[in-house]
C-alpha cells in the first residue's frame, strides 16, 4: 500500500545529527524533510534545541543510502511556542516533498517516518560510526486536537500509534506520498484500571496539519509564495 509513497519521500527526508567533539559525543536528535527546491526544511522545534550545549548540527545527506560531507544547518525561522523550525542546508541537498492541500479525516491512512534507532559513535579516527535506519509506521487518523505538551500548543490531529524519540520532525504522509502534516509529539493518557488489574497506557502521536505548517512557512518570508507569488505545492 505504501511502497512507492515510501520510495517518494525517503528522496526527502533525513536525519538531524548532533556532533559534540570534546567529548565524542554524536547521535541523531530528529528527523527533517525539504519543502523547496533552496534546501529549506522543516522540523520540530525541540528537535533543534535537545543536543547537548555545545554542539554542532548537521545534515549528512539521505543516510544510510548516500553520506555527503557534514554540512553546518542554518536557522531561518522558529517557533518555540508551537515547536515549528525552518532550516535551511546550503548544499547537496534532497528533493522537496509534495504538500497536499486535502484536509485530513478521522479513519484517513496515514504513515509516521522518521529515524528512531540510531546507533552511533565516534570512531578512533574521528569519523561517525553506526548504524540509522530509516524507520515507517502505518497508521491512521483518530481525530483532531488541541494540546499542550511541556508548555508546547499543537494543533492538528492524533493517530493510532505513538512517535518515538528520534522521529519528531518526520513528514507524516499519505498512500500517495503526498505530505498530511508533520510528527512532533506523543500525547499519553492513562485509562484508570478496574478494581484487580493494572492502568492502561495509550499513546498517540501528535500531527501538526497542514494548515498551520503553511501558515509558519507563509510568515517566515523564505517560503516561495511569500518571495515570488508561487502557487504552494511542490516548489
Known amino acids: 500500500m505504501y511502497a512507492d509513497a515510501v520510495a517518494a519521500?525517503?528522496?526527502?527526508?533525513?536525519?538531524?545529527?548532533?556532533?559534540?567533539?570534546?567529548?565524542d559525543l554524536v547521535g541523531v536528535?530528529?528527523?527533517?524533510f525539504f519543502v523547496d527546491d533552496s534546501g529549506l526544511f522543516l522540523t520540530s522545534e525541540h528537535v533543534?534545541?535537545?543536543?547537548?550545549?555545545?554542539?554542532?548540527i548537521y545534515f549528512y545527506g539521505k543516510t544510510p543510502d548516500e553520506v555527503c560531507p557534514a554540512v553546518e544547518i542554518e536557522h531561518v525561522a522558529s517557533d518555540p511556542s508551537r515547536d515549528l523550525y525552518l532550516g535551511r542546508v546550503a548544499r547537496d541537498y534532497?528533493?522537496?516533498?509534495?504538500?497536499?492541500?486535502?484536509?485530513?479525516?478521522?479513519?484517513?491512512?496515514?504513515?509516521?517516518?522518521?529515524y528512531p534507532l540510531a546507533v552511533l559513535d565516534v570512531s578512533s579516527h574521528g569519523t561517525i560510526a553506526?548504524?540509522?535506519?530509516?524507520?515507517?509506521?502505518?497508521?491512521?487518523?483518530?481525530d483532531v486536537t488541541h494540546a499542550v505538551v511541556d508548555?508546547?500548543?499543537?494543533?492538528?490531529?492524533?493517530?493510532?500509534?505513538?512517535?518515538?524519540?528520534?522521529?519528531?520532525?518526520?513528514?507524516?504522509?499519505?498512500?500517495?506520498?503526498?505530505v498530511r502534516g508533520m510528527a512532533a509529539a506523543t500525547f499519553s493518557r492513562t485509562i484508570p484500571p478496574v478494581p484487580g488489574e493494572t492502568p492502561t497506557v495509550v499513546s498517540n502521536a501528535i500531527v501538526i496539519d497542514m494548515d498551520?505548517?503553511?501558515?509558519?512557512?507563509?510568515?517566515?518570508?523564505?517560503?516561495?509564495?511569500?518571495?515570488?507569488?508561487?502557487?504552494?505545492?511542490r516548489a
Not at 130 to 142: K, S
Not at 153 to 159: E, F, L, P, R
Request: aromatic fraction near 10%; include cysteine.
Open 212 to 233: 498551520h505548517l503553511r501558515e509558519f512557512l507563509a510568515g517566515s518570508g523564505e517560503w516561495p509564495s511569500t518571495r515570488a507569488g508561487v502557487v504552494h505545492g
Open 9 to 23: 519521500i525517503t528522496e526527502s527526508l533525513f536525519p538531524i545529527y548532533y556532533v559534540q567533539p570534546e567529548s
Open 94 to 114: 534532497l528533493q522537496p516533498v509534495k504538500l497536499s492541500d486535502d484536509p485530513v479525516r478521522p479513519g484517513d491512512s496515514v504513515c509516521l517516518s522518521g
Open 151 to 178: 508548555g508546547r500548543t499543537y494543533d492538528g490531529y492524533i493517530v493510532q500509534h505513538a512517535c518515538f524519540p528520534g522521529m519528531s520532525g518526520g513528514p507524516v504522509f499519505d498512500t500517495e506520498g503526498n
Open 130 to 142: 553506526g548504524n540509522v535506519r530509516r524507520y515507517w509506521q502505518p497508521t491512521f487518523v483518530i
Open 48 to 56: 533543534m534545541a535537545s543536543p547537548p550545549p555545545g554542539s554542532g
Open 29 to 32: 536528535c530528529g528527523t527533517g
